[in-house]
């Protein structure tokens, strides 16, 4: 994820946003909320309900917010955070969606799409 960002800043990106590619419920709308809410945060954050996240977006590269962190737990979202209040960054937060990793997730996403019909 760092070096995706790295890159896209090197080529002259002012902001830059990335995604899981394991959240079904994640829209285009979410996806322009994320950058217009860079117009006035430092950083965008899109919580996943397991406790990690399906979208970071930030306007300069923040190599903090990679370093130290338990990936693939419940704690990644929550450290994240405290790292950017740690480096005093301005943090937006997206709608909390779910994800899809295993089969159970798969069902728990569905099962809330069919509520939302």
Same mark, same amino acid.
Not at 81 to 106: E, I, K, N, S, Y
């Given at each position: ?10 080529? #002259?990106?002012?902001? =830059? +946003?990335?995604?899981?590619? @394991? ?6 709308? !979410? ?5 217009? $809410?860079?117009?006035?945060? @430092? =950083? /965008? +954050? ?5 406790? #990690? ?11 903090? %917010? ?9 704690? =990644? %979202? ?7 209040? $740690?480096?005093?960054?301005? =943090?937006? $937060? ?5 994800? +899809?990793?295993?089969? @159970?997730? !798969?069902? /728990?996403? $569905? ?7």
């Amino acid at each position: 994820m760092q070096h995706a960002f790295t890159q896209a800043f090197a080529v #002259g990106a002012t902001s =830059v +946003v990335i995604i899981g590619t @394991d959240c079904p419920g994640l829209t285009t709308a !979410l996806l322009s909320q994320a950058f217009e $809410r860079l117009a006035t945060h @430092d =950083v /965008v +954050v899109g919580p996943a309900a397991d406790g #990690g996240y399906y979208l970071l977006g930030m306007n300069t590269l923040h190599p903090a %917010l990679f370093q130290q962190k338990a990936w693939s737990t419940a704690s =990644v %979202l929550h450290d994240t955070l405290a790292d950017a209040a $740690r480096l005093g960054l301005q =943090v937006a $937060r997206l709608p909390t969606m779910h994800d +899809v990793d295993t089969a @159970d997730d !798969l069902a /728990v996403w $569905r099962a809330a799409e069919n509520q939302a019909k």
